[in-house]
């Protein structure tokens, strides 16, 4: 993994592993995961270089998400398998929608008439 960088503080990002890193719905044959989604190896080490903690949560299996990421060599720091969600500074997720105050927003945006 790469070094922290003094020039900015530590903080958490919670990064989802289904469709965030890899690609599900595109799997390689004979395997049920697909490469990783397009710019993520070079977005995780530029956020490591940041000073970033990387935290990886998941359904999958701990392991699993382990064994992909040394595969790709993808930087991580830990891979959360605590209950609930986990305490980030950010999550990075691919079914989230963004709440700034206004829950008509979120309404429009899922489409709820």
């Not at 999958?60 to 382990?66: A, D, E, K, M, T």
């Not at 305490?87 to 963004?98: K, L, Q, S, T, V």
């Amino acid at each position: 993994m790469t070094q922290k960088s003094s020039r900015w503080p530590t903080r958490t990002l919670a990064v989802d592993f289904d469709d965030v890193i890899h690609d599900r719905l595109h799997p390689k044959e004979g395997r049920r995961m697909g490469e990783p989604i397009l710019g993520t190896k070079d977005a995780l080490e530029q956020l490591k270089v940041r000073g970033w903690t990387i935290l990886i949560h998941s359904c999958n299996r701990p392991q699993v998400i382990r064994d992909y990421m040394a595969y790709y060599q993808l930087p991580y720091d830990r891979i959360w398998e605590g209950v609930g969600k986990p305490a980030a500074d950010f999550y990075c997720a691919d079914r989230g929608i963004e709440i700034r105050g206004d829950w008509s927003e979120v309404l429009r945006k899922i489409d709820v008439s």
